[in-house]
């Protein structure tokens, strides 16, 4: 069977748009698969680590024009809103998924990539050495498949993967919710506010907005009858902190956006033979983060070994045994970092203590806070 394209990739978001433009760029004939239509507002907390900076403007992202803020500051409140301020080392800058995902697109497309948007992607096959990709418009074969198809899809139950069927705990029982507001919060800095059971981002986007994005438990929202608004004053308000910066913001959505459903448990980075990408290979806490650093980062390491693959330098059995222990290599610890730091938040007594220990003991907070910014790649 010859494929319709050498590579498949499942999900427009970071990875896949950045694997896409890669694979393009190496002459490959890629099909990418994105069910939304850009450009479209995801829930993130929208700050990127420097790491990725290089990288993003190799692929073709002209950032220095773009005059993005650059965030070299983090500040971590308490639930009752007693604030620690510590260095960004490496630092980061913030941009909306609005924006760099529109701008990937339109780069892929003048690359010659074949974005099939408003695609949804029922199934994928393996047979006879080519991937069948089953879309709700149609199918189509390909040599190499990725998924890059975010944090829960509906081939994560039909291929039954094993987070899908963890119980609930503290781990996988979240939701995550989006604003952009107008502030007058520092656009160097980032803030974390804790509250039961959550915590909340707030960072500088590009045209003088912000990002604030929280996370919390499914229970907290149905302890307060499925609402947002009661949910809000009930308990992050509780953070003095949270409430003032609620109560002074312009809110630029009439309503936020919302996921339902996060899991941070670990996943596999390849399933029937199709290399796993961003967070459906494994989402790292928000507050111990830079899942879009890791997004793209990932991304290069797949395409790295595809073109491998393509050049028969290694089987296709090496390509996977390959990536997987290159993801692992690279994330695996950021990934440990951030599991073990999200036990201490969202606490009343836990969090404080922790915040207390950082603040008393600069080593560790350095060293906690490298664990979250990988090297430029």
């Known amino acids: 069977m010859q494929p319709d394209y050498d590579i498949g990739i499942i999900g427009g978001g970071l990875a896949g748009l950045s694997l896409s433009i890669l694979a393009a760029d190496a002459g490959y004939k890629v099909a990418l698969f994105e069910k939304e239509t850009y450009p479209y507002h995801k829930v993130c907390g929208e700050y990127i680590s420097l790491e990725s900076y290089d990288f993003l403007e190799r ?14 500051q983090l500040q971590v409140s308490d639930i009752k809103g007693k604030a620690y301020n510590f260095p960004l080392e490496l630092g980061g800058f913030g941009i909306s998924r609005y924006k760099i995902d ?25 047979e006879e050495d080519v991937h069948i ?18 944090k829960r899809s509906n081939l994560d139950v039909r291929w039954k993967r094993s987070f899908i069927h963890k119980k ?40 003088d907005k912000y990002c604030l994005c929280y996370l919390t438990t499914a229970g907290n929202l149905s302890a307060n009858n499925n609402s947002i608004e009661q949910m809000q004053e009930n308990i992050l308000y509780k953070n003095p902190l949270l409430k003032n910066l609620f109560n002074t913001a312009e809110f630029l959505y ?24 961003g967070d459906a290979a494994g989402m790292i806490t928000p507050l ?20 491998l693959f393509f050049k028969q330098k290694i089987s296709r059995l090496q390509m996977e045994l390959n990536y997987v222990s ?43 806070i490298r664990s979250t910014h990988g090297q430029p790649f």
């Open 59 to 72: 692929l073709g992202l002209p950032l220095d024009e773009w005059n993005l803020p650059t965030i070299k």
């Open 102 to 126: 529109d701008a990937l697109f339109q780069l892929a497309l003048s690359k010659d990539v074949d974005v099939f948007i408003n695609t949804k992607v029922n199934d994928i096959l393996f």
């Open 133 to 150: 990709i089953k879309t709700n418009i149609k199918n189509v074969t390909v040599t190499v498949a990725a998924g890059s198809y975010g």
């Open 168 to 207: 609930p705990n503290k781990l996988n029982n979240y939701i995550g919710v989006k604003y952009h507001i107008r502030s007058n919060h520092a656009r160097n800095e980032i803030a974390l506010h804790n509250f039961n059971n959550g915590y909340c981002g707030i960072s500088a986007i590009e045209e």
């Open 254 to 277: 009439t309503s936020p956006l919302i996921i339902s459903q996060i899991s941070f448990q670990k996943k596999n980075q390849t399933e029937n033979h199709i290399l796993l990408l």
């Open 288 to 307: 111990c983060g830079n899942g879009m650093s890791m997004a793209m980062h990932g991304a290069l390491l797949a395409f790295n070994q595809i073109d």
């Open 326 to 368: 290159s993801w692992r290599k690279n994330f695996s610890f950021r990934l440990a970092t951030g599991r073990t730091v999200q036990q201490f938040m969202g606490n009343n007594t836990s969090t404080g203590l922790f915040l207390k220990l950082m603040n008393a003991v600069p080593l560790l907070s350095k060293k906690i």
